[in-house]
């Protein structure tokens, strides 16, 4: 079923999971204690994910650590001091991610990344909610239906 929303057009929950200060402990609690079939990306050894259908409910799910959240909104190693750390991300597909991107500026969003096409595909827009969560706008064509 594809429905959209109204609003931004938000499609589905493009993905969700923690952000992880101690990768280590985070995999022996969703690896090893709850079993969750998480595997590794690539070269980030840390970043642990799970996708197609694997867990049932979302579309992506991972384990991301601090310093690769930090690296992908600011390019820094360290998340800035002036912010709140991020405890969990959270990612909504969107059918436009233009008219989202302008849709959250003219709300007063303060936005971190602001419709950037990352090297694996994907756009994406980044802002911080209320919570603390790192919330994002995406487009994610390998998640969508075809």
Same mark, same amino acid.
């Given at each position: 079923m594809n429905r959209t929303f109204s609003g931004l057009g938000v499609l589905f929950v493009a993905g969700f999971g923690p952000i /992880? /200060?101690? +990768?280590? @402990?985070s995999r022996a609690l969703y690896v090893e204690t709850l079993g969750l079939p998480l595997k590794s990306?690539?070269?980030?050894k840390d970043y642990l994910l799970t996708e197609d259908g694997a867990l049932s409910g979302c579309r992506h799910f991972a384990l991301w650590p601090l310093v690769q959240a930090a690296q992908s909104c600011f390019g820094l190693d360290e998340w800035p001091a002036d912010l709140p750390t991020p405890q969990a991300w959270l990612e909504f597909d969107v059918e436009n991610i233009a008219k989202a991107t302008e849709a959250l500026l003219a709300r007063g969003c303060q936005l971190l990344v602001a419709n950037r096409q990352e090297p694996w595909g994907q756009k994406v827009t980044r802002f911080l909610s209320p919570e603390g969560l790192l919330l994002a706008v995406t487009e994610t064509p390998w998640l @969508?239906? +075809?």
């Open positions: /992880t /200060t101690d +990768p280590a @402990r990306h690539g070269e980030n @969508r239906d +075809p």
